[in-house]
């Protein structure tokens, strides 16, 4: 029997690498997406050796227009039953303050290039009755955040973007799943690379990438729409869909103080 095949983007680190590694560990092939080769090389030669896994490495950065249209035609020939919609990045500052350009690409990454590489899957999954398409979105999608606007713009885009398609796929009466993952902090380069100081976050709230994946593909399983790694997190989403707008706008503001007065003392 041949194995299922999935495709993982932003496989190179974090929370890419290890659904890359759990996927091969429940045998399945694997293409994986990233910008940086050595990274895909090295993680190819792990999993081939510890799962017996077929894997493609695809060099692409997903914000450029024609890596992106390569790896389209990649994921619309291949029989794919899995796509991670994993790759982003975060931007930290005022949005007026950050580099227009960084913005942009962000933009391009979590919106543009999610929306074109889940249409390239979803049809051949739709024709063939099988499929599964994982976006990793995040607890910033289900509020605003003073200092990362855009981040959490996207997700909420996504966030909307899949429970669209998970009612136009009911409607149809058709089994390919879709599911919005949103992890709370993750322990990964995200962060570091954000710029985001990991001292001013409680350690009750860091979650471990093993967790957040291990509940994605259980929750995948049952058919949930959306997965929330921890019972912390889960509560503070329930909590935030029943308040007020007002009430929302003003917690974030106060934490937004709060965090600039932790950054000041530090």
Known sequence: MPKPLALVTGASAGIGATFARALAARGYDLILVARRRERLEALAKELESAHRANVEILEADLADAGQLLRVEARIAAADLDLLVNNAGFGISGRFWETDVTAQEQLHRLHVLAVMRLTHAALAGMVARRRGAIIGVSSVAGFVQSPGSVTYSASKCWLNSFT????????????????????????????????????????????????????????????????????????????????????????????????????????
């Open 163 to 266: 429970e669209g398609l998970y009612l136009e796929l009911k409607s149809q009466g058709s089994p390919v799943r879709v599911q919005a993952l949103c992890p709370g902090f993750t322990y990964s380069e995200f962060h570091d690379v954000a710029g985001i100081d990991r001292k001013l976050i409680p350690a009750q709230l860091w979650m471990q990438a093993e967790d957040v994946v291990a509940s994605s593909l259980d929750g995948l399983e049952r058919g949930r729409l959306f997965v929330v790694p921890g019972w912390r997190y889960r509560l503070l989403v329930r909590v935030l869909r029943f308040l007020p707008a007002s009430w929302r706008r003003s917690g974030s503001i106060r934490y937004a103080h709060r965090t600039r007065r932790d950054h000041a003392r530090r």
